[in-house]
Nanobody, 119 residues
Framework: QVQLVESGGGLVQAGGSLRLSCAASGSIFSIYRMSWYRQAPGKQRELVASITSGGTSNYSNSVKGRFTISRDKNTVNLQMNSLKPEDTAVYYC???????????????WGQGTQVTASS
């Protein structure tokens, strides 16, 4: 059984900063890509940033230069600076995980954490 638990969301004024963390635990053989997604009310879930097991990261154009993704073993973080009202959304962590050496990797999701940037 695999669990992804997010923390760090909250309410901040526009221009402020927040740091999200997501810790993976349970029966884990290896973790490949870890990602952050977000979903605003009435909109589709979108990719914000991702990072491979080797440390290669990529970002959506809307957050490039403001957000930084980092990873430490089974934890992925998202440092969010210069937050804008349009960053308001529920943020979800996703990880591509193998639970055994012989199993295929599967995507696992966290429960989501609310981020609100007020104007």
């Amino acid at each position: 059984q695999v669990q992804l638990v997010e923390s760090g969301g909250g309410l901040v004024q526009a221009g402020g900063s927040l740091r999200l963390s997501c810790a993976a635990s349970g029966s884990i053989f290896s973790i490949y890509r870890m990602s952050w997604y977000r979903q605003a009310p009435g909109k589709q879930r979108e990719l914000v940033a991702s990072i491979t097991s080797g440390g290669t990261s990529n970002y959506s154009n809307s957050v490039k230069g403001r957000f930084t993704i980092s990873r430490d073993k089974n934890t992925v973080n998202l440092q969010m600076n210069s937050l804008k009202p349009e960053d308001t959304a529920v943020y979800y962590c996703k990880a591509l995980i193998k639970v055994t050496d012989w199993s295929r990797p599967d995507d696992y999701w966290g429960q989501g954490t609310q981020v609100t940037a007020s104007s």
